[in-house]
């Protein structure tokens, strides 16, 4: 790579938190109160506050760049801590941060960019990203149409939430089955790579909330198990992500394409507050 093409990925990865005019006000960071991955939960407010309970930095990393919280080809491997150890964060968003009306799309790039933001100042985190060319799939609409129905919930009641029941997110379940009541496509293609063997890229046109319901699912992958962990978990028996998307009018196809690869140059723990 050429001096000029490398100072100028490293400029794009930079260019967005230099450029955004907002940022948190005031950021909060403690080690968890709790270190139970079932206290885990992370919150956006609707006026760009986060407010995150036992959260390992690998959930920061996963909303504020689009990839899988398991290991993904879209995100070099990271330090073990910061899949294990887990924080309490509280960060406030300046006064008008979030535009009244902002459509959910904006909100969410408008947040994601302050927490690169709170990702590079508190924990000294350096980024460096590049597109490279690599199989995917693309999760479009089949050709009878999509089999669910709109949320109940509105975009402007509705907030990310990891919380059993809250937006944006799914319930946990055996073989991690899509079952939500406000969900767009975006989180659905985010949430299977966890498992497929390929990345997943929206190509669906849907926008909107919507709930869904299925059966578990045969992942494709897993992530390793955690340490001194015993005994395995069959999911032999469960049908494949193919048929399961397919009862909801969805299908994966295998493209090739040019996908952003992160790479985490530098991190580390935060000081304490």
């Given at each position: 790579?050429?001096?000029?093409?490398r100072?100028?990925?490293y400029?794009?990865?930079?260019?967005?938190?230099?450029?955004?005019?907002q940022a948190?006000?005031?950021?909060?960071?403690?080690?968890?109160h709790?270190?139970s991955?079932?206290?885990?939960?992370?919150?956006?407010l609707?006026?760009?506050?986060?407010?995150?309970?036992?959260?390992?930095?690998?959930e920061?990393?996963?909303?504020?760049?689009?990839?899988?919280?398991?290991?993904?080809?879209?995100l070099?491997?990271?330090?073990?801590?910061?899949?294990?150890?887990?924080?309490?964060i509280?960060?406030?968003?300046?006064?008008?941060?979030i535009?009244?009306?902002?459509?959910?799309?904006?909100?969410?790039?408008?947040?994601?960019q302050?927490?690169?933001?709170?990702?590079?100042?508190?924990f000294?985190?350096?980024m460096?990203?590049?597109?490279?060319?690599?199989?995917?799939?693309?999760?479009?609409?089949?050709?009878?149409?999509p089999?669910f129905?709109?949320?109940?919930?509105?975009?402007?009641?509705?907030?990310?939430?990891?919380?059993?029941?809250?937006?944006?997110?799914?319930?946990?379940?055996f073989?991690h089955p899509l079952?939500?009541?406000?969900?767009?496509?975006?989180d659905?293609?985010?949430?299977?790579?966890?498992?497929?063997?390929?990345?997943?890229?929206?190509?669906?046109?849907?926008?909107?909330l919507?709930?869904?319901?299925?059966?578990g699912?045969?992942?494709?992958?897993?992530p390793l198990?955690?340490?001194?962990?015993?005994?395995?978990?069959?999911?032999?028996a469960?049908?494949?992500?193919?048929t399961v998307?397919?009862?909801?009018?969805?299908?994966l196809?295998?493209?090739?394409?040019?996908?952003?690869?992160?790479?985490?140059?530098h991190?580390?723990?935060?000081?304490?507050?």
């Amino acid at each position: 790579m050429s001096m000029f093409y490398r100072a100028l990925v490293y400029f794009l990865v930079a260019w967005p938190a230099a450029a955004q005019s907002q940022a948190f006000e005031k950021i909060t960071i403690k080690p968890a109160h709790s270190t139970s991955p079932g206290s885990s939960r992370m919150q956006v407010l609707p006026n760009g506050d986060l407010i995150a309970t036992a959260v390992p930095v690998i959930e920061l990393l996963s909303y504020a760049y689009d990839v899988p919280v398991n290991p993904s080809p879209r995100l070099a491997p990271l330090p073990d801590w910061t899949i294990v150890e887990r924080y309490d964060i509280e960060a406030k968003a300046p006064v008008n941060a979030i535009a009244p009306g902002l459509q959910d799309i904006e909100l969410r790039s408008r947040v994601q960019q302050m927490i690169r933001g709170l990702l590079a100042d508190s924990f000294r985190l350096a980024m460096r990203v590049q597109n490279q060319r690599m199989l995917f799939f693309a999760l479009t609409v089949s050709s009878s149409g999509p089999k669910f129905q709109k949320s109940a919930i509105t975009e402007k009641e509705c907030i990310f939430d990891t919380a059993p029941g809250g937006c944006h997110s799914f319930n946990i379940g055996f073989g991690h089955p899509l079952n939500a009541i406000a969900i767009n496509m975006d989180d659905i293609a985010y949430y299977i790579s966890n498992w497929t063997d390929l990345p997943v890229v929206n190509r669906t046109e849907l926008s909107g909330l919507f709930a869904v319901s299925t059966a578990g699912w045969l992942p494709a992958r897993l992530p390793l198990p955690p340490p001194n962990a015993t005994g395995n978990v069959d999911f032999s028996a469960l049908p494949s992500i193919f048929t399961v998307l397919g009862k909801l009018g969805l299908e994966l196809h295998q493209q090739e394409g040019v996908l952003p690869v992160y790479t985490v140059e530098h991190i580390e723990r935060p000081p304490a507050n």
